[in-house]
């Protein structure tokens, strides 16, 4: 009885151990299912957005390099601590689109403002201010030409081609014209440029619709007058060197103009008028643009003397 008693305690304690075994095993085998449903459940995409939020989070926290570190301004503007090597040689060789017509054209425009702003211009009372007012006289200028051709066989002709600016305009604008040229003697060479390459280029300014034009038959005129009649000449004497000086200039240049374009009826010998002002600037001081007159000039006769000689 004993012994059987012992065998079944013994089966018994067996069956337990077991069922033990097997409940352990099936705690572990669901809990692994879950472990890798709850694994499988996450996606790469997931996985990888996770480890990017972690990479960011990591670059908040590292130190700036120095060349990384704000300025505090955008690039290029001055007081830039540093700038790459040859950075501003490259923007200064970067091609910039100029209008030299709308150039001239506002550095003419603001000429006539600051006229407007003078004394003695504010008291002419000038109807439409100094712009208005210096495009009529130049159009009743270009209107009534002197006389450039026989202007020697009477003394009569001589007399009026000397007071051809007074018979035209009258006292009245001559003493405000007169005024002009005693008070902005400074402008004399700028304005004259612009002037003088606005007419020169006036092909390619159409779009500027400039309100004072210079047609090369006009201009052929007074080149002619100031350089080849008496009348001119006289006039010109009265006038203080350096002005008097500009003008021939600017008169040998429209008589180029003329040559290159046929545009020289009269056949008028351009060589004596180069040597002779040649001659005249080389003495003269007091124009800041000296230089590059006689460069011009020079160049001109050379280019003359090799197609017709000296």
Do not use: W
Request: with cysteine.
């Amino acid at each position: 009885m004993q012994k059987r008693k012992k065998t079944s305690n013994t089966k018994n304690i067996i069956v337990l151990i077991l069922l033990a075994l097997a409940a352990i095993s099936a705690f572990f085998y669901l809990n692994t299912g879950k472990i890798s449903e709850k694994t499988a459940a996450i996606s790469p995409e997931q996985e990888r957005e996770k480890l990017q939020e972690k990479v960011d989070v990591l670059e908040k926290n590292l130190p700036l390099e120095k060349s990384q570190e704000p300025s505090g301004q955008p690039e290029g503007l001055p007081g830039q601590a540093e700038s790459e090597p040859g950075a501003d040689k490259q923007r200064a060789q970067e091609p910039v689109n100029i209008d030299p017509c709308q150039e001239r054209a506002t550095r003419l425009d603001t000429f006539f403002a600051q006229l407007d702003g003078k004394d003695y211009i504010v008291d002419s009372h000038l109807d439409g201010g100094s712009k208005v007012y210096l495009t009529a006289i130049l159009n009743k200028i270009l209107e009534n030409k002197p006389k450039i051709t026989r202007e020697k066989d009477d003394l009569l002709s001589i007399l009026q081609n000397a007071a051809h600016f007074f018979r035209i305009l009258g006292e009245k604008d001559i003493l405000i014209l007169k005024k002009i040229m005693t008070n902005e003697k400074e402008h004399y060479e700028p304005v004259l440029a612009d002037f003088f390459n606005l007419f020169v280029y006036r092909e390619n300014c159409l779009h500027i619709n400039y309100p004072i034009q210079l047609p090369l038959e006009d201009m052929y005129s007074y080149a002619v007058y100031f350089l080849d009649t008496l009348g001119g000449q006289a006039y010109l004497f009265r006038r203080e060197p350096a002005l008097r000086t500009l003008m021939k200039y600017y008169s040998v240049l429209v008589l180029d103009q003329a040559n290159m374009k046929n545009a020289n009826p009269l056949g008028i010998d351009i060589r004596y008028h180069l040597n002779s002002l040649i001659e005249e600037l080389n003495s003269l001081s007091g124009l800041q643009d000296k230089e590059k007159y006689l460069d011009n000039l020079l160049k001109l006769q050379e280019k003359y003397e090799k197609l017709y000689g000296k």
